[in-house]
């Protein structure tokens, strides 16, 4: 699954650390979610959005494996 967080973290002016304070995470697992390593849980997208103001759909965009 692709995403716009490191997009969108920069457009915020948010470091790895500054975002993953404000959603309750490590670091790292900010930094795996930018790199699609990692899919976060429903809550984490939410409170990313929240962040964000914008919905879980402009975060994450879905690519079907057909």
Do not use: H
């Not at 490191?6 to 790292?28: C, M, N, P, Y």
């Not at 790199?35 to 939410?46: E, N, Q």
């Amino acid at each position: 699954m692709k995403n716009n967080i490191k997009t969108l973290r920069a457009a915020f002016q948010l470091t790895q650390s500054d975002l993953a304070e404000k959603i309750e995470v490590s670091r790292q697992t900010v930094n795996a979610i930018e790199k699609g390593k990692f899919d976060p849980s429903l809550p984490t997208a939410f409170r990313l959005a929240a962040v964000f103001n914008c919905s879980i759909e402009e975060l994450f965009i879905y690519e079907s494996e057909e």
